[in-house]
């Protein structure tokens, strides 16, 4: 339930879009639920951190779908259709040496009941000099604003690599890049832009397929964004994939991965991800740790049919 919220202003357009979807936001979860969290993959500990709760208006999410289709869709899967609710869950991964998050948030910029991530980590003993590295999944502002203190413009993470996909900092820093996006998120392409210029050389860029340390591996997921990927944490026997936003929303990306979405950036690419992904999850029987997915963002992926494939996300 949301206690608070604030509504950004402008709704775009769609599919093809570099978009950045308007959205209401909620606060963080708190801090005791959210160090609650953690589960072992292997040698790895993986935790979770709230950033907060952001929702957007169906008619953004899924444009030009009927509503019934829609409804019908969520009760197949025992849900009740309302406007798209989504979780903002920041990984971080403990390995031997290593401290890595995954992605950081909205940051307080991009709306004002964001940006605790920080606080949140250190709350939970966890110092942000301590973080080594800070691997990000795409440049959307509830992925990568978190990353700069809000006062100075330094990053939060002094110690640490901070990397991101080639295809994504090329495609953010082309000089004209907010000619390409929607009206509504004009600001946020200039908003990334800026930051990544305020980060500078501090950015590493790797592309998909590169190891970011001994056990995990970024996978070109590439569709929502242009140089989107998720992580894949493989230790000892277990693996788990960081989905960052291959996989969206809790019913609709897995009940109906080939709907065009609408804050994908190339639709077809992002419709390829999705279903490729989702048979990955099931058939290797991989969990999944879903940036927006229900708190705290891990399950399972559980095929429903093939014809017209079909998936359900199964918390736990
Ligand atoms: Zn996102």
Redesign the pocket.
């Known amino acids: 339930m949301l206690t608070r919220r604030f509504v950004m202003s402008g709704i775009g357009s769609s599919i093809g879009a570099a978009a950045i979807a308007p959205v209401v936001c909620g606060p963080a979860l708190s801090q005791e639920t959210a160090t609650v969290h953690a589960i072992k993959v292997g040698q790895a500990v993986l935790t979770t951190f709230s950033d907060g709760t952001m929702s957007m208006p169906l008619d953004w999410a899924l444009p030009g779908r009927p509503r019934d289709e829609i409804a019908a869709t969520y009760a197949s899967q025992g849900q009740t259709l309302g406007d798209v609710t989504l979780q903002v869950n920041v990984a971080l991964i403990r390995l031997p040496g290593e401290l890595i998050l995954v992605d950081t948030g909205a940051g307080p910029d991009f709306a004002p009941m964001r940006g605790k991530l920080a606080d949140a980590l250190s709350r939970n003993g966890i110092q942000p000099a301590a973080i080594t590295k800070v691997v990000f999944t795409h440049a959307?502002p509830?992925?990568f604003w978190g990353v700069l203190d809000p006062f100075d413009g330094a990053t939060l993470f002094p110690n640490a690599r901070h990397m991101m996909p080639a295809a994504e900092v090329d495609y953010w820093l082309k000089p004209g890049v907010e000619t390409g996006v929607p009206d509504a998120v004009r600001g946020a392409a200039l908003g990334t832009q800026r930051r990544l210029k305020d980060l500078g050389a501090k950015i590493e860029t790797f592309a998909p397929g590169a190891e970011i340390v001994p056990g995990i591996t970024a996978l070109d997921t590439s569709g929502h964004s242009p140089g989107h990927v998720s992580l894949m944490l493989r230790s000892g026997a277990e693996a788990l994939l960081i989905g960052g936003?291959v996989l969206?929303e809790p019913v609709i990306s897995f009940a109906r991965p080939a709907w065009p979405w609408g804050p994908d950036w190339n639709g077809d690419r992002a419709i390829k991800a999705r279903l490729s992904t989702l048979d990955m999850l099931a058939t290797d029987k991989i969990r999944l740790l879903g940036?927006?997915l229900p708190w705290p963002g891990v399950g399972r992926v559980e095929r429903l049919a093939t014809a017209a494939p079909s998936y359900r996300f199964v918390a736990g």
Do not use: A, E
Request: glycine share 0%.
């Open positions: 959307h509830d992925h936003d969206i940036y927006h």
